[in-house]
């Protein structure tokens, strides 16, 4: 199982530094994308947060 838990937090964490990569080349965000990729790094940050936990578990 925990396997699956590494490989999983792996993915998350490269996608949520492909968002990261996204937003700092970029420097003609609307206001809309800036928000639109802050909630989706929160949804990454909170399965990633919760991903560990299960994994020290």
Do not use: F, P
């Not at 970029?26 to 989706?40: F, M, P, Q, V």
């Not at 949804?43 to 947060?49: N, R």
């Amino acid at each position: 199982m925990e396997d699956k838990i590494e490989i999983t937090i792996a993915y998350y964490t490269k996608k949520g530094q492909e968002i990261l990569n996204t937003v700092n080349s970029r420097n003609n965000l609307t206001a809309d994308e800036l928000i639109h990729y802050g909630e989706e790094m929160a949804i990454i940050e909170y399965k990633l947060t919760a991903l560990e936990v299960a994994n020290e578990n």
